[in-house]
């Protein structure tokens, strides 16, 4: 006799505490958040310019931006102005997205999976004391 398996479960959406959304399934992103979890870097295109540009994983990113302008995507112009090369933050063991969101999309539907992007690295800093707090006497 066969034995009935449950059919497989799609990918599902798991929210974390900072508001991103990762996927438990191969996706593009790693995850998709609507800001910025990481404390303000004060670079500005100069400063990023400094940066050597390096191939970077899509599945390894997570987007700082939750929407998109279509018109943006589809311009052929639209890294005329700018950098040629995303902007992407390294906080905690994570990347993030800062900037070039669309770069990233064109490469996903040219069905590449590198887009090539600036890593800047925040240095873990200590926790805040009102974060320790929240998470318990076992956090100090």
């Known amino acids: 006799m066969l034995e009935r398996r449950p059919p497989p479960t799609p990918p599902t959406l798991i929210r974390e505490a900072d508001k991103v959304r990762t996927y438990d399934s191969a996706m593009i992103f790693k995850g998709v958040s609507d800001h910025r979890p990481y404390p303000e870097h004060g670079l500005r295109g100069r400063d990023w310019a400094q940066l050597p540009p390096q191939q970077i994983r899509l599945d390894r990113l997570i987007t700082t931006k939750g929407t998109l302008d279509l018109a943006t995507l589809l311009d052929?112009?639209?890294?005329?102005?700018?950098?040629?090369?995303?902007?992407?933050?390294e906080w905690r063991g994570e990347l993030y997205l800062?900037?070039?969101?669309?770069?990233?999309?064109?490469?996903?539907?040219?069905?590449?999976?590198?887009?090539?992007?600036?890593?800047?690295?925040?240095?873990?800093?200590?926790t805040p004391v009102h974060e320790r707090d929240e998470a318990g006497p076992s956090a100090h």
Not at 76 to 89: K, P
Not at 105 to 126: D, K, M, S, W
Request: glycine share 6%.
């Open 76 to 89: 052929e112009d639209s890294t005329f102005f700018g950098d040629l090369f995303a902007h992407v933050v």
């Open 98 to 126: 800062e900037d070039g969101l669309h770069r990233a999309l064109r490469a996903a539907l040219q069905q590449r999976h590198l887009v090539h992007g600036r890593i800047h690295v925040i240095e873990q800093q200590p």
